[in-house]
């Protein structure tokens, strides 16, 4: 699966924040939800975007949503993953 620059640069970004002795276990779940939702696609920034959101567990979504605020990511596309 080929991922974009920005799309890498994004999700270590985004992994920066989790603790490095779970980190590569996190980047594992997280990595397999976006090339699920990539299908075989070129892996972009709106799938680890959609990826980081739906591999977070419930209480850690809000989490996730306040780093991805912090790094001035416009969530109203994605408004319908967190219901």
Wanted: hydrophobic letters at 45%; zero cysteines.
């Amino acid at each position: 699966m080929s991922w974009n620059a920005e799309a890498t640069s994004l999700l270590e970004e985004l992994l920066a924040p989790v603790p490095v002795f779970v980190r590569p276990m996190a980047k594992k779940g997280i990595e397999a939800k976006i090339n699920e939702l990539a299908n075989g696609e070129e892996v972009t920034k709106d799938h680890v975007i959609r990826g980081y959101i739906l591999a977070s567990p419930g209480p850690m979504q809000k989490r996730a949503v306040a780093l991805l605020k912090s790094k001035n990511i416009d969530l109203t596309p994605y408004e319908d993953l967190l219901n």
